[in-house]
């Protein structure tokens, strides 16, 4: 559903991706591992159109949408979880799940259903509906950031880090909505991470990311097992 | 001394409200686009002269249809310039837009001389006479002032609350990348929210022709006080923005009790010097320290 053809981004003169192509198909989960810099999140950014590459072609379910401004593509389907969240600090948990419903028009009474399944999905944003984002712990502000995600219904939502400075235990409930979202919503997922183990095991196929390239990519089942990953990025 | 303590309070409250619509008007733009609108003063003459100049004058219409009319320009107007100016200055150096800006208000300072001329136009019969409260006569315009103005915070506060354009204005003035992956069209939502801020200075235009008269200069003093009024209260947030306001308006016209009147405009400024020495993130700040201090002092109990 989502092809991202040779697209090369630049920040000024520096190089931040280079020729590097991806795709996702139907409800699948696709991971993309790397380094700091490697350009992960950069290429998220492209896609969304937030940043624009300079050369190369993004095309979303048959529609090229490589210079199509980003609050259409969000229109469109696909939805990104920023890497830190990025969470409305100053309005309560119910305002921002509200707010990420907003491409997609919704009487009052779809609108209510749509937060009691993401309550029903993440109870500790029902106790904290009233509060305000910003004084929730960082774990609870991702478990906020996804749900944001999910109120637009989208058809593919990418997470970038979700994992970042979150303890060991959150970072397992993290993973486990993720995949439930795959599969028990039906969403494709595009996963960037930096925790690349978990990465490789939820998803079905991965990128290896190296200096703005692909390195390496294939099913992320015989990756986990390949010797230059292993030491690379699982540290074994 | 009850009446003159009376007249002094009505009218003191009715510029510290102005002095809160015009905090509000250039948070409003502070808040979307990250810029401070140093044109805001011309463009409440602006405001005042196309009320009363065209609306009024030339257009011989009624009080409240020219109200209407020139505040529907003034957003037109508003939306112009954001696409012009505003939006795409969003992203650069704070000197260069605040050269821009300033540069904005000389350019409608000179363009008002050549459509309107440099005389001081006076509406006629508007909001004028004077009201007996309780024993005190107290100007109508300055109670017309006080209920236009909370009629308007109101509104803005339904519209920010409430509605989804505001809710998105909202958005934007947080953070901008995350409410474009909303879905927020986040250039459309500056443009509306300039649109509000010229529409509400032209309501400070409106408003306040019956006290200056419209004439080149009707705003200089009310721009640079609405700006203590934002300072005192705590920048960028709207609430404090007008309680900065009011407390100015009403000190001020107290003052004018114990010194001279013509230390009435020092007094405002001496405030405004007083808070950014001492309270530089205004009574927004002080309010936080005390609640700090509270649970601090909880906590060593407990403890």
Redesign the interface.
């Known amino acids: 559903m989502l092809d991202v053809e040779n697209i090369s981004t630049y920040y000024g003169n520096a190089c931040a991706l280079y020729d590097v192509s991806f795709s996702v198909t139907e409800n699948e989960i696709v991971s993309i591992i790397g380094a700091n810099g490697a350009g992960k999140s950069t290429l998220m950014k492209s896609v969304m159109g937030t940043v624009r590459p300079r050369e190369g072609k993004i095309v979303y379910k048959g529609k090229d949408i490589t210079h199509v401004q980003t609050h259409k593509i969000v229109k469109s389907g696909i939805v990104y979880v920023p890497e830190g969240r990025d969470v409305f600090t100053k309005l309560s948990v119910e305002d921002n799940l509200t707010m990420g419903a907003y491409s997609k028009p919704a009487k009052a009474k779809e609108l209510n259903a749509l937060h009691e399944e993401m309550y029903e999905m993440f109870p500790r944003l029902k106790e904290r509906r009233k509060q305000m984002a910003g004084t929730l712990s960082g774990g609870e502000q991702q478990m906020l950031a996804i749900a944001r995600g999910l109120m637009s219904k989208p058809d593919l939502i990418m997470f970038d880090e979700p994992s970042l400075g979150l303890a060991p235990i959150i970072v397992d409930e993290v993973f486990d909505r993720i995949q439930a979202i795959n599969k028990r919503m039906g969403i494709s997922v595009v996963l960037v991470e930096q925790n690349a183990f978990m990465a490789l095991s939820i998803s079905s196929r991965c990128y290896v990311l190296e200096n703005g390239k692909v390195a390496m990519q294939g099913k992320s089942s015989e990756l986990i097992d390949d010797e230059t990953v292993k030491s690379a990025y699982l540290g074994m | 001394m009850q009446a003159v303590i009376l007249q002094l309070a009505v009218s003191g409250i009715a510029m510290g409200f102005v002095y809160a619509l015009v905090a509000i008007e250039y948070t409003l733009i502070w808040n979307a686009c990250g810029l401070l609108n140093f044109s805001h003063e011309k463009i409440i003459t602006m405001g005042g002269y196309v009320f009363v100049g065209t609306c009024l004058f030339q257009l011989g219409l009624p009080n409240i249809p020219a109200i209407v009319l020139a505040v529907i320009l003034l957003a037109i107007f508003g939306i112009a310039i954001a696409a012009l100016i505003f939006i795409p200055l969003r992203n650069s150096t704070r000197l260069i837009a605040v050269v821009a800006t300033v540069m904005l208000g000389q350019v409608i300072n000179e363009g008002v001389i050549l459509i309107w001329g440099s005389v001081a136009l006076m509406p006629k019969n508007f909001l004028s006479g004077v009201s007996q409260i309780l024993g005190a006569t107290v100007s109508k315009s300055y109670v017309y002032i006080i209920i236009v103005s909370i009629i308007i915070i109101a509104v803005l506060q339904f519209i920010l609350k409430k509605t989804?354009i505001g809710?998105?204005m909202?958005?934007v003035s947080?953070?901008k990348?995350?409410a474009?992956?909303?879905?927020?069209?986040?250039k459309v939502s500056m443009a509306i929210t300039v649109a509000i801020s010229f529409g509400i200075c032209c309501i400070i235009g409106v408003l306040t022709a019956p006290i200056f008269t419209v004439k080149q200069q009707m705003s200089t003093m009310i721009a640079l006080k609405g700006f203590c009024a934002g300072v005192i209260g705590g920048f960028g947030n709207l609430p404090a923005a007008i309680a900065g306001g009011l407390i100015l308006g009403v000190v001020e016209n107290f003052a004018g009790l114990i010194l001279p009147s013509v230390f009435k405009d020092v007094v405002a400024f001496a405030l405004m010097v007083v808070f950014m020495l001492f309270f530089p993130d205004g009574l927004v700040g002080v309010k936080n320290r005390i609640q700090k201090h509270i649970a601090k002092s909880q906590m060593e109990k407990l403890s």
Do not use: W
């Open positions: 989804k809710k998105a909202t958005c947080q953070n990348t995350a474009s992956l909303m879905g927020i069209n986040v």
